[in-house]
Nanobody, 124 residues
Framework: QVQLVESGGGLVQPGGSLRLSCATSGSIFSLYVMGWYRQAPGKQRELVATIATRGSTNYANYADSVKGRFTISRDNAKNTVYLQMNSLKPEDTAVYYC???????????????WGQGTQVTVSS
């Protein structure tokens, strides 16, 4: 139902910056909590950041490991979520996945969609 298309990954030096984009289609974008996750070899997939829209306000949450360095944002008019990554470290190297999530209590419903993933490599 919801399609996610990611872009912006690549190779960057430590201390550098990268901006990831995730364009969505297929549903009402503003109703979904959007998030970025990442998974490195030998590690569990971990939450990087999420952003939800309630009324005219966006609420963002970050993993402790990226607070102060990464910024998640969304443009509901463009159905797109972004992840601005600054001061990148080698430990940020991972495949980054875009996620769209929506759940309701009545009726019980759980929607969860993933992008294809984009590789981010931080190395000198």
């Amino acid at each position: 139902q919801v399609q996610l298309v990611e872009s912006g990954g690549g190779l960057v030096q430590p201390g550098g910056s990268l901006r990831l984009s995730c364009a969505t289609s297929g549903s009402i974008f503003s109703l979904y909590v959007m998030g970025w996750y990442r998974q490195a070899p030998g590690k569990q997939r971990e939450l990087v950041a999420t952003i939800a829209t309630r009324g005219s306000t966006n609420y963002a949450n970050y993993a402790d490991s990226v607070k102060g360095r990464f910024t998640i944002s969304r443009d509901n008019a463009k159905n797109t979520v972004y992840l601005q990554m600054n001061s990148l470290k080698p430990e940020d190297t991972a495949v980054y996945y875009c996620n769209a999530h929506r759940s309701t209590v009545v009726p019980p419903r759980e929607d969860n969609f993933w992008g294809q993933g984009t590789q981010v490599t931080v190395s000198s």
